[in-house]
């Protein structure tokens, strides 16, 4: 019995990492994504070149920032089920515990 809590501990512990780094990237998009922004902001509307330069720099932002949410989005999700999965089972093998005694 021990050594199945603990081993649920260690997963719970494992998967609330993967949500920590999870965290951690959309802070890091979030971050990108203001300065997308602020490239917009800054954009000089009266020349077109400049605006058509700048308009595909920011393109190909928005493109890569669209993958990195997804894959984290897709990520997050799969950690948060392993976490509500772990602390569910956790729940449970506690409860067994505590009627045992």
Do not use: P, W
């Amino acid at each position: 019995m021990e050594k199945k809590l603990s081993e649920l501990v260690h997963e719970l512990d494992y998967s609330l990492g993967g949500i920590l780094s999870n965290k951690e990237s959309i802070e890091a998009i979030t971050t990108e994504l203001s300065r997308v922004r602020e490239d917009v902001g800054n954009t000089d509307q009266t020349n077109l070149t400049s605006m058509g330069l700048q308009f595909r720099d920011i393109s190909h932002k928005i493109v890569l920032l669209d993958d990195l949410i997804n894959f984290v989005l897709k990520d997050l999700n799969s950690n948060f089920e392993a976490v509500s999965d772990t602390s569910h089972l956790l729940f449970h093998e506690i409860i067994k515990e505590e009627s045992n005694d």
